[in-house]
């Protein structure tokens, strides 16, 4: 029998929740980082042990700024990663917000990256040279000749990277080249022309090959660091901005800033396909932001779709 009391149901169990930090990931940068700090400082007194110098000796004191030069490299790459974290982070917020859909973060490619022709060459001609050096590569082919390509390749690197090669100076070098070939086999001196080229075969040893890959890789590792830095993230409604390494941010509206899509160079565009997103603010005292991007005409049509959205925040009945 029951009472006239209706009877209480059993409250549902509230859903366990998932036990936080239960099980931490290993911190291998931290470990990897601790590993190398106690080898820099255990190779002083190893090199007292192995060499039996005095620790006011020569060699002593080269290994002292040995050991201090690799924990000082250590703690600035430390400091360096842990600033370039906000510029994934930034990213990692946007997608977690619920009414984001639609979004583009710009930042700026270091325009450097038009010397990996150069790079990849140097390379691939280091290898052909010492291989050619021990017998194991065609004799038709010559280390002056590879080193004649590849000086040959830079200097036109270095001319597409300085200069703006727009449609009309392409459409003006082309026939003029051509022109000039014409007038030459006419007078009879084209094969006395083809045949100088001969002197721009130069042979470069194997070391100065991988010595001008490695500064080309240094110098784009650094611009790709700098842009970093250097980002904007569009999202419907508002961008942030960052510059510098020590800026916080900064929000502006969509309203307050104009996109501009620059393609000129054809050079740039069609054979490494890159171009530039040019962001232009309302306001006069802030100067434009340039941003060296692949695939520009794909990102400005993002940016453009990003723009047409109005994201409006849901608010819950619950809360109101």
């Not at 080898?39 to 007292?48: E, Y």
Request: proline share 6%; glycine share 6%; with cysteine.
């Amino acid at each position: 029998m029951t009472d006239g009391n209706p009877t209480e149901e059993p409250q549902a169990r509230p859903p366990e929740q998932p036990e936080r930090d239960a099980k931490k990931a290993t911190p291998w940068p931290w470990i990897l980082a601790a590993v190398v700090t106690v080898l820099a400082l255990a190779l002083v007194p190893a090199m007292r042990l192995m060499t039996g110098q005095d620790w006011t000796s020569d060699p002593m004191l080269a290994t002292y700024i040995l050991s201090g030069s690799i924990i000082a490299l250590e703690l600035a790459l430390i400091i360096l990663l842990k600033t370039a974290r906000t510029r994934y982070s930034v990213e990692r917020k946007i997608q977690a917000h619920r009414e984001v859909n639609e979004y583009v973060i710009l930042w700026d490619r270091p325009r450097w990256v038009l010397f990996t022709p150069s790079l990849v060459t140097g390379l691939l001609f280091g290898i052909c040279t010492i291989l050619a050096s021990r017998g194991l590569f065609p004799e038709a082919v010559t280390p002056r000749m590879l080193g004649g390509i590849w000086v040959v390749l830079c200097v036109l690197n270095v001319l597409v990277e300085q200069f703006h090669m727009s449609i009309k100076a392409v459409l003006i070098l082309v026939p003029t080249l051509g022109a000039l070939l014409l007038a030459l086999h006419l007078v009879g001196y084209a094969g006395k022309a083809v045949r100088l080229l001969r002197h721009a075969a130069v042979e470069v040893e194997p070391k100065l090959y991988f010595t001008a890959a490695f500064v080309i890789a240094l110098v784009i590792f650094i611009g790709w660091l700098h842009g970093l830095f250097h980002y904007m993230a569009i999202t419907p409604n508002v961008a942030d901005l960052q510059r510098g390494l020590t800026e916080t941010g900064r929000q502006i509206k969509n309203a307050d800033y104009d996109v501009d899509f620059d393609a000129t160079d054809v050079v740039e565009r069609w054979l490494f396909g890159f171009g530039r997103i040019i962001i232009s603010f309302r306001d006069p005292s802030r100067p434009p932001m340039v941003f060296f991007v692949p695939q520009a005409s794909v990102v400005d049509e993002r940016i453009r779709r990003v723009r047409s959205v109005t994201a409006i925040d849901r608010v819950d009945a619950e809360s109101a």
